[in-house]
């Protein structure tokens, strides 16, 4: 399957990101927990330069929780702070503040060298579309956020959003865009939905997601839908077993195969065949 994706106005992005950066202190990153390395960009590296860095293994209510797990380690091993977070439900989200502590202490020391105390750590979230940027800075911030308003030096009407003493938050994320090196990984952005839709073949992008499902989590195919069995039959074949399971038929009774795989992405997508993880950590997937 070829996707590919078009950078358009990425040039624009890169800069007005540069720009930001020399407002804060640390970077927040958010990742989606069923596809971390995938759904990250790694210009972000060079993007930070020197900065205060943080990961965010989001919507990890959707994902495998051993995996998640190996996913903690594999970020902390490479010098990481990080936090397993469900932004949807607020889980993880106290563990938050406290690492952020951590993550800046040498800026908050060098702060108190000079005599300055109790200078908030300014962060800003970043991550690809889709990952839960906006759902995360509600639901950190909460109701209880003040915005500070605008202050000379912010640009674009940029808003800090103070959180408590020691955090503040610019209030517009930073939106990276998904990059890839190979299929794989545009296949799992694809299964995640962080794709559009519109650029892929449904069907195609579905035969993919039973042969992973096959592979990796047998058993939830047949659970979802009752009645497939997915034995020795070729992806095309499950799809429509899935198709007669939900009665997707076409006029004279044929399956119809393009609906199947809108239930089935659907299905995946929000948790509704179980939690799934799309990849495991480079040394744990052997
Ligand atoms: P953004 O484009 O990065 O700002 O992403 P959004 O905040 O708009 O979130 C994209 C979708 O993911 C929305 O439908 C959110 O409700 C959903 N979402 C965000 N965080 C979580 C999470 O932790 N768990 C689940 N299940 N869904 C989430």
Redesign the pocket.
Known sequence: MNIQWYPGHMTKAKRAMKEDMKLIDLVIE?VD?RTPLGSRNPDIDELAGGKARMVLL?????ADEKANEEWVRYFTDQGCHVVK?????G?GLKQISPTVQEACREKIERDRRRGILNRPVRAMVV?????????????FAGRACAKTGNRPGVTKGNQWIRLNKTLELLDT?G?LWPKFEDQKAGLNLAFIGSINDEILDKEELALELIRFLRGRYPGVIEKRYPGTETGEDSPFQILEQIAQARSCLLKGGASDSAKAASILLDDFR??RLGRITLELPPAAAG
């Open positions: 958010l927990a989001n919507k990890s209510d959707l977070v469900n932004c949807k439900t889980n991550g690809i579309p889709n990952v839960g940027k906006s759902t995360f800075i509600n639901a994320p939106i929000s948790g």
